[in-house]
Nanobody, 125 residues
Framework: QVQLVESGGGLVQAGGSLRLSCAAS????????MGWFRQVPGKEREFVSA????????YYADSVQGRFTISRDNAKNTVYLQMNSLKPEDTAVYYC??????????????????WGQGTQVTVSS
């Protein structure tokens, strides 16, 4: 069992930056690929970014490529999402997720085994 707790959300003006953190419980964090997803009320959950077990491979949605950076610190059981040049359309609840034993299909939310409770990001224009 893995528990995920996100933090770092908040209100920021367009063009600003935020860094989200996701702290994971458990001793096998390095065996999980990690992803970030976001959801706006009334819309489907959307893939944002993912990172492989070792951190050697990263993936981004086209909408955030070049603005967001995912990273992980396996010694701290934490994954980060640095978000720069934020836009109003980035407003959403952001969720981190953990996928056990595979680095495949990381853009597919249904493939993940554990989810955090989410953190709200609001970007004002």
């Amino acid at each position: 069992q893995v528990q995920l707790v996100e933090s770092g959300g908040g209100l920021v003006q367009a063009g600003g930056s935020l860094r989200l953190s996701c702290a994971a419980s458990g001793r096998t964090f390095s065996r999980y690929a990690m992803g970030w997803f976001r959801q706006v009320p009334g819309k489907e959950r959307e893939f944002v970014s993912a990172i492989s077990w070792s951190g050697g491979n990263t993936y981004y949605a086209d909408s955030v490529q070049g603005r967001f950076t995912i990273s992980r610190d396996n010694a701290k059981n934490t994954v980060y999402l640095q978000m720069n040049s934020l836009k109003p359309e980035d407003t959403a609840v952001y969720y981190c997720a953990a996928k056990r034993l595979s680095n495949n299909d990381l853009a597919v939310g249904a493939q993940y085994n554990y989810w955090g409770q989410g953190t709200q990001v609001t970007v004002s224009s």
